[in-house]
T-cell receptor, first 115, second 113 residues
Framework: NAGVTQTPKFRVLKTGQSMTLLCAQDMNHEYMYWYRQDPGMGLRLIHYSVGEGTTAKGEVPDGYNVSRLKKQNFLLGLESAAPSQTSVYFC??????????????FGPGTRLTVT | GENVEQHPSTLSVQEGDSAVIKCTYSDSASNYFPWYKQELGKGPQLIIDIRSNVGEKKDQRIAVTLNKTAKHFSLHITETQPEDSAVYFCAAGTNFGNEKLTFGTGTRLTIIP
């Protein structure tokens, strides 16, 4: 199993450009998440999905959109990139059984710089 | 919403000594408390977790304690080794159909040979 993969690994954008980050998981997990990681601020949840076709806002959703058309994929879009969106982005997936949460599996991250 | 505070932000210990990282949370409904280790250039990886129905859990050199009354939980690493050097994150979440986790701000642990 590849686990959670993210594409691309690195990207540089100019202010105002758009891009889509792709997350894929092969563990048949129901739940998927997008986080951003900034120095001294830990991991902050952007958007998440509790199943195919569903999405919900997290702690810092402004400026981002997401889609979960297939269970194994979770896309994060930036419509008009801003320097404040310079960050490392992590995707994660998880599952639950009878209401008990289990660990989130993280991808390797995408380092995005907006100039 | 939930708020998780983590201390210290950096910690240096001699190889072989113990390291302790502490977290507090605000939402009394939280009942799942995982700890993640992040090595340089990689995504976080779960090292241990604890649920609210127990007060302590051990896995070899790693242990986690939970005090629900005081709303704090701690990670203990004994007999530290160079490969323990990493950033550690605590998190808090619930099991009631809300699968979100709130993370602490991280602790950079350095093991001095």
């Amino acid at each position: 199993n590849a686990g959670v993969t993210q594409t691309p690994k690195f990207r540089v954008l100019k202010t105002g450009q758009s891009m889509t980050l792709l997350c894929a998981q092969d563990m048949n997990h129901e739940y998927m998440y997008w986080y951003r990681q900034d120095p001294g601020m830990g991991l902050r949840l952007i958007h998440y999905s509790v199943g195919e076709g569903t999405t919900a806002k997290g702690e810092v959703p402004d400026g981002y959109n997401v889609s979960r058309l297939k269970k194994q994929n979770f896309l994060l879009g930036l419509e008009s990139a801003a320097p404040s969106q310079t960050s490392v982005y992590f995707c994660a997936s998880s599952y639950s059984i009878s209401g008990r949460s289990y660990e989130q599996y993280f991808g390797p991250g995408t380092r995005l710089t907006v100039t | 919403g939930e708020n998780v505070e983590q201390h210290p932000s950096t910690l240096s210990v001699q190889e072989g000594d113990s390291a302790v990282i502490k977290c507090t949370y605000s939402d009394s409904a939280s009942n799942y408390f995982p700890w993640y280790k992040q090595e340089l250039g990689k995504g976080p990886q779960l090292i241990i977790d604890i649920r609210s129905n127990v007060g302590e859990k051990k896995d070899q050199r790693i242990a986690v304690t939970l005090n629900k009354t005081a709303k704090h939980f701690s990670l203990h690493i004994t007999e530290t080794q160079p490969e323990d050097s990493a950033v550690y994150f605590c998190a808090a979440g619930t099991n009631f159909g809300n699968e979100k986790l709130t993370f602490g701000t991280g602790t950079r642990l350095t093991i001095i040979p």
